[in-house]
């Protein structure tokens, strides 16, 4: 019996799943696609992370949330951390596009109950919904321990420990992170934003602080893994 029959079949009342997502069109998609995977999931789609907030502090209740990573009002990690201040029961199930390992630690240790790549096929985004609503995590393949294990090379560019917090960037640092992402040096920061070189140095300093890290592509491979940027 595959997944879609044994979701019709053994559920006797509506599913409601919330999905979260910034990205209007990766939203509406995959919204239609939970929905046409099993006839009792009802699907609800939010664009901003306070919408979905706001229905959660009002005692809305979902089987499950589906909620991507990487936002700009809010990151899905600073999500769950908020969600699970008024909500500790519903599950929460993270994805993301992201190109470096995900922060499973930091995932599991915020409440969260399960991770999929959005480039997984549709089975196996079914897989993992239907694991979280039976009680249990789907982590794709990815074990906490593999993210312990020991790295090859520099350990500041290939692991990291993951933050106790979620850390907090100011607008400006965010732009500041964005462009050095992007490979640009002081100089061009500077020009660019309109501030001076020392500026710039300042606000990587502060960015590195928040991030634990020294080097610049530490920092932006740890602020991608964290849904940062």
């Known amino acids: 019996m595959t997944a879609v029959n ?3 079949c053994c559920m006797t009342e509506a599913l409601k799943i919330a999905v979260l997502d910034d990205h209007r069109m990766f939203l509406e998609g995959i919204s239609l696609v939970v929905k046409g995977m099993a006839s009792r999931f009802e699907v609800e789609g939010f664009d901003t992370p306070s919408s ?3 229905r959660i502090q009002d005692k809305q209740k979902f089987n499950l949330i589906v909620c991507d990573l990487v936002m700009n009002q ?3 990690l600073a999500f769950v ?3 699970r201040v008024h909500d500790k029961q519903t599950p929460i199930l993270i994805l993301s596009g992201i190109n ?14 399960g991770f999929i790549h959005k480039s997984a096929e549709n089975k196996d985004l079914l897989n993992a919904i239907n694991v979280l609503i039976s009680g249990a995590q789907y982590f794709e393949g990815v074990s906490v321990e593999s993210e312990k294990s020991a790295p090859h090379g520099d350990a500041q560019e290939k692991a990291y420990d993951m933050p106790a917090a979620i850390p907090i960037l100011g607008k400006r640092q965010i732009e500041v992170l964005r462009m050095i992402a992007n490979g640009a040096s002081n100089k061009e920061i ?4 309109t501030i001076s070189e020392n500026t710039v140095k300042t606000h990587l300093r502060q960015i590195f602080e928040e991030l634990a890290v020294n080097k610049r592509t530490a920092c932006v491979r740890k602020a991608q893994a964290l849904g940062i940027i």
Do not use: H, V, Y
Request: a neutral charge.
């Open 190 to 193: 500077s020009s660019s934003l």
């Open 74 to 76: 809010m990151n899905g």
């Open 100 to 113: 470096t390992d995900p922060p499973i630690n930091e995932i599991k240790r915020l409440g969260a109950n």
């Open 81 to 83: 951390a908020a969600a």
């Open 52 to 54: 979905l907030l706001a």
């Open 6 to 8: 044994k979701t019709d």
